[in-house]
Nanobody, 123 residues
Framework: QVQLVESGGGLVQAGGSLRLSCAAS????????MGWFRQAPGKEREFVAH????????SYADSAKGRFTISTDNAKNTVYLQMNSLKPEDTAVYYC????????????????WGQGTQVTVSS
């Protein structure tokens, strides 16, 4: 089992920044790569970013490129999502997830999920 706990969400004005954290634990969590997804009200859960624990590869959704940065702190077993230049359309619940497949952009590629953290961007 892998346990994931997100934190760092909140209310921010457009143009502002937030850093989300995802603390991972469990006996085998290093066997999984990590992703961030988000889900706005009435919309499907969508891919935001993906990273391996050794950070050998990262990938972003087009909506996140140039504004968001995914990273890991292996000593703290934590994955981060630094979000800059936030827009109202970034408002959503953000989820951290762990996966072991080669594919990683669909929500059903992931095995474990955190509880989510709310991000609200005001205009």
């Amino acid at each position: 089992q892998v346990q994931l706990v997100e934190s760092g969400g909140g209310l921010v004005q457009a143009g502002g920044s937030l850093r989300l954290s995802c603390a991972a634990s469990g006996r085998t969590f290093r066997n999984y790569d990590m992703g961030w997804f988000r889900q706005a009200p009435g919309k499907e859960r969508e891919f935001v970013a993906h990273i391996s624990w050794i950070a050998s590869s990262v990938s972003y959704a087009d909506s996140a490129k140039g504004r968001f940065t995914i990273s890991t702190d292996n000593a703290k077993n934590t994955v981060y999502l630094q979000m800059n230049s936030l827009k109202p359309e970034d408002t959503a619940v953000y989820y951290c997830a762990a996966q072991s497949r080669s594919a990683y952009r669909a929500w059903n590629d992931y095995n474990y999920w955190g509880q989510g953290t709310q991000v609200t961007v005001s205009s």
